[in-house]
Structure formats: structure tokens, C-alpha cells
């Protein structure tokens, strides 16, 4: 069960997190990119980059419960992991989990913040002469790189909580 949740685990946040991070570097890009600023997006992509940080240490958490499962196989009681540490494992997945969706929620509606002031400054039906005022590509591609991560983070706690109650019996 412990090989099975580590492999669905770690195979689906990595998959879906490349995906996210790839996002979230274009938009990174495109963002420097730019000639003007957009006030409030520093901390938006601070806390998306965090969001993407807590998820590598996700990942490698789902891989070490692979590892772990490797182990309690082993014949040999003395070497197999404890109960104790296994639980504790998991939980701190949960809790690298909890932060970064956490932190993608923050980013996440930052940029919905960004996007709305932006977009509620246009006046209904006018013809839009300066584009600077609407919304970039790279500000709505950040709040796909956000989505995706809190998915991926998602992902990591449907694993880790399905783990804790199978072995927590």
C-alpha cells in the first residue's frame, strides 16, 4: 500500500509540477520581460515560488515512501522503519502539503487581485486605447502555474491522508 500511494503520489505531483513550475518560470519570463511593473505581484511570486519549493519537498517525501515500502520488506525486523517514524513521515508530507497550497492560495489570489484592479479600471464599453491597463499574458499564465501547484498539492494530501488512515490502524 505504502509503494503503491508513494509511486501515485510521486508520479502525479511530479508530472503535474513540472507542468506547474514550467508555467510559472514562462511567466517569470514574459514578467521580466516587461518594461513597467504591476504593483503587488513581488510577493504574489514570492509566495508561488514557495507554493513550488513546498512541492519539490513533497515530491521527495512520496519518494521516500517508496523507499520505505523497499524496506519493510526486508526479512529482518531490525531492519525494517518503525511504525512511529513511517506516521511522522507522512505527516510532515501532509504538513509540506498544507503549507505550499497554502502559499499557492496566497499567490493565487493575488493575482486574481492584480487582475481584477486591472480589468475594473477599464469603463464598460469604451474602446481600449491603452493596453497597458489590461491584463498581461504572463499575469494570468502565473495564475495557471498557481492552480496547477495547488492541484499537485491536492494530490500530495488525498495520498498522505489515505496513508495516514491505512496506517494508522
Given at each position: 500500500?505504502?509503494?503503491?500511494?508513494?509511486?501515485?503520489?510521486?508520479?502525479?505531483?511530479?508530472?503535474?509540477?513540472?507542468?506547474?513550475?514550467?508555467?510559472?518560470?514562462?511567466?517569470?519570463?514574459?514578467?521580466?520581460?516587461?518594461?513597467?511593473?504591476?504593483?503587488?505581484?513581488?510577493?504574489?511570486?514570492?509566495?508561488?515560488?514557495?507554493?513550488?519549493?513546498?512541492l519539490v519537498i513533497s515530491i521527495l517525501i512520496c519518494f521516500r515512501y517508496k523507499k520505505i515500502a523497499q524496506l519493510m520488506r526486508n526479512p529482518e525486523a531490525k531492519?525494517?522503519?518503525?511504525?512511529?517514524?513511517?506516521?511522522?513521515?507522512?505527516?510532515?508530507?501532509?504538513?509540506?502539503?498544507?503549507?505550499?497550497?497554502?502559499?499557492?492560495?496566497?499567490?493565487?489570489?493575488?493575482?486574481?487581485?492584480?487582475?481584477?484592479?486591472?480589468?475594473?479600471?477599464?469603463?464598460?464599453?469604451?474602446?481600449?486605447?491603452?493596453?497597458?491597463?489590461?491584463?498581461?499574458?504572463?499575469?494570468?499564465?502565473?495564475?495557471?502555474?498557481?492552480?496547477?501547484?495547488?492541484?499537485?498539492h491536492f494530490a500530495g494530501i488525498v495520498v498522505g491522508l489515505y496513508l495516514l488512515d491505512r496506517l494508522d490502524r
Amino acid at each position: 500500500m505504502l509503494q503503491w500511494s508513494g509511486n501515485i503520489g510521486f508520479w502525479g505531483q511530479l508530472v503535474l509540477g513540472v507542468l506547474a513550475a514550467a508555467l510559472l518560470f514562462l511567466a517569470l519570463a514574459g514578467l521580466v520581460a516587461q518594461e513597467t511593473s504591476t504593483e503587488g505581484t513581488s510577493f504574489s511570486v514570492f509566495c508561488s515560488i514557495a507554493g513550488v519549493i513546498a512541492l519539490v519537498i513533497s515530491i521527495l517525501i512520496c519518494f521516500r515512501y517508496k523507499k520505505i515500502a523497499q524496506l519493510m520488506r526486508n526479512p529482518e525486523a531490525k531492519s525494517r522503519p518503525k511504525k512511529s517514524s513511517t506516521l511522522q513521515l507522512i505527516r510532515v508530507g501532509l504538513l509540506s502539503n498544507l503549507v505550499g497550497i497554502f502559499l499557492s492560495i496566497i499567490g493565487a489570489e493575488g493575482f486574481v487581485g492584480i487582475l481584477w484592479r486591472k480589468l475594473s479600471n477599464i469603463p464598460q464599453g469604451a474602446a481600449v486605447y491603452d493596453t497597458s491597463k489590461l491584463p498581461t499574458p504572463s499575469e494570468i499564465l502565473l495564475l495557471l502555474a498557481n492552480t496547477h501547484t495547488i492541484l499537485c498539492h491536492f494530490a500530495g494530501i488525498v495520498v498522505g491522508l489515505y496513508l495516514l488512515d491505512r496506517l494508522d490502524r
